[in-house]
């Protein structure tokens, strides 16, 4: 009996949450859920731009999907972290975020976020504590834990009904308002952390307070808000606009604009009244650009950058789910609020008249966009596995740019020529300590260069696995990890499984080795060095049987790291010829020798460069013929500089 | 005099060009011929050298700087010192030009006018490049120091850029009086040898009366300069130089570059002597 009054009482709920008989527009593709929509949200807010700050009301809809009788629940508050120096994230800081002394601000630059009233049902809560599960500083209150009046039984579905209030910093890691017309809504709202089963096979709330080197963990779930606010403001975010700027009965300046987004993991917003509006489309997605006046020209260069993204990961990944995307390209003063992604809605930055042989602002836009598909749609978790985000995203925006622009693709200036992955792979190989905690480590312990590491050395893991694997065969493994894992959250074990699976179909010279590659490559801090130490041919004294002479030939070569890979040697002969052999990499020093009628020239280690990890390609080959122009055009270029510089420093003796 | 008769009247002296010329080279390939060692002794056979001459460098440039940097550094060091040392060996040099172009140009002339006049050249040229000093950063200081405030203040960055060209141009004409009261200055010592803190103040007070009407011919020269700069970097990526052959062709196209911005510094000599 009980079983079926549940079951109604569920029925009844999930009707309320997913019935939007007034909701027209489409947020996504499909008519059907994409994801299991756990934690669902209606906002109905008032935004005041001089205070700013909004006030009003959350409705969340969250689904027990545990075996566990839910009895407390967990929110991030994470405006709460730029609440004042107490919080861990800016103490942790030292009150420095991204080179922006924090110190000396007025009581009007913070910002927070509090629960004013909560109500489950007809009952109010009152317990309600700030929690600090992963520090013992009490002063944070980046987490809220609410007890609540009812117990949530496995497979039901808590509402809860929030009246709060948040102000925003300024501008504080892309939360906060600029000079008092620009507004970037984001951790704005109590939301709901994730009641998830951990490796250990033990549930848990998964609710971190917002510390350093952290980003964001949530589950998918529809978005309903509603923010009133004053007519002058452009206002854009993520989901589709059900409602834009309608007049307010009896509210004179006041609109009211209504987003609506489904299977999302979060929801960001922007307001000003200094922002312009361009649209373009791609296929079955509207998009929009939110640009400041002063950027009109550059406006094409962030569309193109959308549909470029779009078009190369329904090729290579997955189809984009959604029916809209949002891009923000703040002006000056917002530009802190830049270089982030939030479901839907992707922020980027650029600068007025910025070269077009200098692709950043494109290749950054490309960045923030590959988060719809690692972070948003593969929602893993950001602060325990941030390599499967931003190390994804990295790997696919070199790989957009490069699909758009060739090997040129980041910049091609005066004869000046960098490509996105050989970019990459140099942010990686230039560590001064490449010794530091490993890929996978979890986000908030990891000790190093944190950018070398989670972002580049992945998106060279990546590349080598590609290199290996194939291109097309890499993109049907990609395809089958977001087929598979898209509007949950994988795992490390998730994509090894899936790299595994797919270096087993298709045999190539790693994949005997494949389980020691990936364990030394993501959870190792090995370096891979192959170089060549020296080349030689001499005359043996004989002749094989048709009278030619033979020749020894030899090389040495040298595994300079500890991380040991497969690779292939090529040897050129001194006829044109050359020849492939392969090499385990096992021993430190391997020797090369053939008696042959040819004399050998020169070798080369992985001559397809397809181990894009070894940090230093120039060692890997040598020859005996080396032709020297390469160095005269340096040793050239260098003159004519050095001449140039005297003669300008000399102008006035 | 037509720009054309100007540039002539420099270019009349390609021996005292070709000196000055010499001399730089010799500095410059102080630094080069470590370059070629250096890039020789790390990567001299790799077959990574092939991507260096077709200007596809960027992995190459950087494996080399990442592995091998630390005896690449030094060089940078050298060419520091190199421009004070030159500094010095500028106030002879210079000295020598003036004295070939206003007192008499014949084959020993940059050598005794060098000998002669290095010590007042040198302080003239100390002088003037403090006040030099001193102009930018009184230009650029205040400018500088509000860029981070205007970061977070301003809606667009479009004042800021504009404003940075305005600077820039007022900047570059006071360089330009500082440039002509130098020379205006030297022309002082050598043509009427006069004391050089009076030559100084002479000279400073001319450059105010006669920079102006100078403009348009400063003005041109400094389009050629700059045309000279465009011309070096266009070529400069052709992929015809991305032989050997192509990269000994491409030294001679950048030494021609080299030799003519010294013979506009002649002829620039020769047009500001004669308006003074
Ligand atoms: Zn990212």
């Known amino acids: 009996m009980r079983w079926i009054l549940v079951f109604i009482l569920a029925l009844l709920i999930t009707s309320q949450v997913h019935t939007q008989d007034d909701v027209h527009c489409q947020p996504t593709i499909s008519d059907t859920p994409l994801s299991e929509r756990l934690a669902n949200y209606i906002f109905n807010i008032n935004f005041e731009h001089e205070q700013h700050t909004v006030t009003g009301t959350e409705k969340i809809f969250w689904k027990n999907n545990s075996p566990d009788t839910i009895r407390y629940i967990r929110l991030y508050m994470y405006l709460n972290a730029f609440k004042g120096p107490e919080s861990s994230y800016l103490s942790e800081a030292n009150m420095n975020i991204m080179g922006q002394n924090l110190r000396g601000r007025s009581e009007d630059d913070w910002g927070y976020v509090n629960v004013t009233k909560a109500r489950q049902g007809d009952n109010v809560i009152t317990d309600m504590t700030y929690v600090q599960p992963d520090d013992d500083n009490d002063q944070d209150q980046s987490v809220l834990q609410i007890s609540l009046a009812q117990d949530i039984l496995p497979g039901e579905t808590m509402i809860l009904d929030l009246e709060f209030a948040s102000k925003l910093p300024r501008t504080i890691a892309r939360s906060g308002f600029a000079n008092h017309d620009f507004n970037h809504f984001v951790h704005w709202y109590p939301k709901m952390g994730v009641y998830e089963e951990d490796i250990t096979g033990k549930w848990d709330w998964n609710c971190h307070q917002f510390l350093r080197q952290m980003e964001f963990y949530g589950d998918h779930g529809n978005y309903d808000v509603t923010i009133e606010l004053d007519d002058q403001f452009v206002i854009g975010g993520s989901g589709c606009r059900q409602m834009y700027k309608e007049p307010i009965a009896g509210k004179e300046g006041r609109v009211k604009t209504r987003f609506i987004a489904h299977d999302v993991i979060d929801f960001g917003w922007v307001a000003s009244p200094n922002l312009v509006e361009y649209m373009d489309e791609w296929e079955h997605v509207e998009i929009r650009l939110l640009s400041p006046p002063a950027h009109a020209s550059l406006t094409k260069r962030l569309l193109d950058a959308a549909k470029h993204s779009l078009q190369y990961f329904d090729d290579h990944v997955g189809v984009y789910p959604y029916s809209t995307l949002t891009m923000l390209d703040p002006p000056l003063h917002g530009l802190r609020s830049g270089f982030m992604e939030y479901p839907t809605y992707i922020t980027g930055g650029s600068f007025y008249s910025f070269p077009k042989g200098i692709r950043s602002m494109e290749s950054l836009m490309v960045h923030e966009f590959s988060h719809q598909y690692f972070m948003q749609i593969l929602a893993n978790n950001e602060k325990e596995d941030p390599w499967l985000d931003e190390g994804f995203v990295t790997f696919y925006e070199d790989c957009v740019m490069e699909d758009w622009h060739g090997s040129s693709s980041l910049i091609d200036l005066f004869g000046y020529k960098v490509g996105n992955s050989s970019f990459t792979r140099n942010e990686y190989a230039s560590m001064s300590n490449k010794r530091t905690s490993p890929i996978t480590t979890v986000g908030y312990e990891f000790i190093g260069d944190y950018k070398g590491t989670i972002y580049s050395k992945t998106a060279t893991v990546l590349q080598t696995l590609k290199r290996y694997l194939g291109a097309d065969q890499f993109d049907e493994m990609i395809k089958g990890y977001f087929e598979s894992n898209k509007f949950t959250h994988p795992r490390k074990a998730d994509f090894i499984s899936v790299v595994k699976e797919a270096f087993a179909k298709y045999p190539n010279l790693l994949s005997s080795s494949i389980d020691r590659f990936l364990v030394d490559a993501l959870d190792e801090s090995k370096i891979v060095d192959y170089s060549v130490i020296n080349v030689g041919s001499a005359p043996s004294g004989d002749k094989d049987d048709d009278g030619n002479q033979l020749y020894h030939n030899w090389s040495n070569l040298e595994r300079k790291g500890d991380f040991i890979v497969p690779v292939e040697l090529r040897l050129y002969w001194k006829d044109g010829s050359w020849t492939d052999e392969v090499w385990d990499g096992v021993d430190p020093i391997h020797p090369v020798y053939e008696l042959s009628t040819k004399q050998l020239q020169a070798i080369d280690i992985d001559p397809e460069r397809k181990l894009f990890l070894d940090i230093d390609f120039n060692n890997n080959s040598y020859t005996l013929a080396p032709d020297n122009g390469g160095i005269w055009k340096y040793a050239t270029r260098s003159i004519y500089w050095v001449q140039n510089i005297i003669q300008s420093a000399s102008f006035l003796m | ?276």
């Not at chain 2, 940078?76 to 030009?97: C, E, K």
């Not at chain 2, 030294?251 to 620039?268: C, D, M, P, Y």
Request: glycine fraction near 8%; hydrophobic fraction near 55%; proline fraction near 2%.
């Open chain 2, 1 to 276: 005099m037509g720009l054309i008769e100007i540039i002539k009247s420099g270019f009349s002296k390609p021996r005292l060009i070709s000196i000055v010329y010499m001399i730089q080279l010799i500095l410059a390939l102080t630094i080069g011929l470590q370059v070629y060692q250096v890039f020789g002794a790390s990567i001299g056979n790799s077959l990574s050298l092939e991507g260096l001459k077709e200007g596809n460098a960027h992995m190459v440039i950087n494996d080399l700087l990442n592995t091998h940097g630390a005896s690449l550094s030094p060089l940078l060091g050298q060419v520091r010192w190199m421009v004070i040392v030159y500094l010095i060996v500028a106030a002879f040099v210079h000295g020598g030009i003036w004295y070939s172009i206003i007192k008499q140009y014949e084959k020993t002339s940059i050598w005794v006018g060098g000998s002669t006049y290095f010590l007042r050249m040198l302080i003239i040229g100390i002088v003037m490049s403090l006040i030099f000093i001193i102009w930018s950063a009184l230009v650029w200081g205040p400018y500088l120091s509000k860029i981070q405030y205007w970061m977070e203040a301003l809606a667009s960055e479009e004042p800021i850029l504009w404003g940075g060209i305005a600077i820039a141009v007022l900047w570059s004409f006071g360089a330009v009086f500082i440039f002509v009261a130098s020379c205006f200055c030297k022309i002082f010592v050598i043509r009427d040898g006069i004391k050089v803190r009076v030559a100084m103040w002479k000279g400073i007070k001319a450059s105010f009366k006669k920079t102006w009407k100078c403009l348009p011919v400063l003005f041109a020269f400094f389009m050629i300069l700059a045309l000279l700069y465009i011309m070096h970097s266009l070529v400069d990526d052709w992929t015809l130089f991305s032989t050997t052959i192509g990269v000994f062709v491409l030294f001679l196209i950048q030494q021609l570059v080299v030799w003519i911005k010294i013979g506009l510094r002649v002829s620039t000599y020769e047009y500001l002597k004669g308006r003074l």
